[in-house]
């Protein structure tokens, strides 16, 4: 007489995102977890729904609501909130319940000020695992009092096929966004990140300054969208710098893609898909060496000390001047990047955690 075999149960999953930031890699992960039979919930802002598309991806979206997360949760194996506000979010929401919680330190960095020290702590210990996507944010989360803190890389997509060499302003794409850009007979510049203090945007305003005297005068272009756009533009309109603000921009890789260099003179980055997509496609990247970025980049950049406008602007200036070497950071740069963790790599290290939580509750 042959036994009924016992059905194997499905994992259920949250996914808490507090704001727009996290939103591509909370889409990668709902994707590759749907299509490995994980039942996939996504709370978050209404608008980060119509930006991903996580219905799309396989996952069910409900508004974060406090009621909507708290019901979300009921019937949750896992909660992995995506930034410290969702981790806050997600602890509130858990309280009184058995059901672990995962929190990914995205962004972050230190000097945030008392509360985000106390928010820090708070959330730190809250969750049974902090995933940091960077060595110095697993650093940190133990400082906070993390019970456990593991480095767990944010991948960004590949790009669907190979871009041209930077520079190469004559293929056909690339000539016209260069002329989109009003960037034909002249080096293009880019950044891309929201406009908040952080990413260090008045440093490179500094740095554009300097740029006036080359020949060709570089174009600076930033997009990206934020609080500090009215102070930039200001400053552009004034010092009469060669810096166009373009705002958000979906074809933001595309941009990036047509241009010489690629600069991100951020305070802090953890993972910076700036940095990843800039190595992938081969365009010469300029940074800062804070948080994640050194890690990530390794040789494959040049690399320059935060708040120095004069090394970031002699930086930049050097590799237009320099043809060879750009190509060298190109081909470092692809070479670097075969070393990262894939999607579905990420996918796999996430969903092993959940395992390893829902067997402890077992």
């Avoid at 410290?84 to 919680?101: D, Q, S, T, W, Y």
């Avoid at 958000?248 to 595309?254: G, H, K, N, S, V």
Wanted: glycine share 10%; with cysteine.
């Amino acid at each position: 007489m042959s036994s009924s075999p016992v059905p194997v149960p499905v994992l259920r999953t949250v996914q808490v995102l507090g704001g727009a930031s996290g939103g591509a890699h909370v889409r990668s992960l709902a994707t590759g977890l749907a299509a490995r039979g994980v039942r996939v919930t996504v709370c978050g802002p209404v608008e980060t729904e119509g930006e991903y598309d996580f219905t799309g991806a396989g996952a069910r979206f409900t508004p974060d609501a406090v009621s909507a997360l708290r019901a979300a949760c009921v019937e949750a194996d896992v909660v992995h909130a995506h930034g410290l506000r969702a981790g806050m979010r997600a602890a509130l929401a858990l309280r009184g319940r058995r059901v672990p919680l995962v929190v990914s330190w995205h962004g972050g960095g230190p000097g945030g000020g008392r509360l985000s020290l106390l928010l820090e702590r708070h959330v730190a210990r809250a969750a049974a695992i902090v995933l940091g996507a960077s060595s110095a944010q697993v650093d940190l989360a133990r400082l906070r009092g993390a019970r456990d803190a593991r480095l767990a890389a944010v991948a960004v997509a590949a790009p669907a096929a190979a871009a041209e060499p930077s520079g190469a302003s004559d293929a056909p794409d690339h000539g016209k966004v260069r002329a989109e850009l009003g960037a034909v007979e002249r080096p293009l510049l880019i950044a891309v990140g929201s406009l908040v203090p952080r990413r260090g945007y008045s440093v490179l305003l500094d740095a554009a300054r300097e740029w006036r005297n080359l020949d060709p005068m570089p174009l600076l272009v930033i997009a990206g969208e934020g609080p500090m756009r009215a102070e930039l533009a200001r400053r552009i309109q004034s010092e009469q710098l060669p810096v166009r603000l373009l705002g958000q921009r979906r074809d933001a890789a595309r941009l990036l893609a047509a241009a010489d260099v690629a600069v991100l003179p951020s305070r802090w980055e953890a993972r910076s898909p700036l940095a990843q997509e800039a190595l992938r496609t081969g365009v010469p990247l300029v940074a800062t060496a804070v948080g994640g970025v050194p890690e990530l980049v390794g040789a494959a950049g040049v690399l320059v000390p935060y708040g120095d406008a004069g090394a970031l602007a002699a930086a930049v200036a050097g590799l237009l001047a320099d043809p060879a070497r750009r190509g060298e950071l190109v081909a470092a740069g692809r070479a670097q990047a075969l070393t990262w963790p894939s999607e579905d790599d990420t996918v796999a290290q996430v969903l092993s955690v959940y395992d390893e939580l829902t067997s402890r509750r077992r």
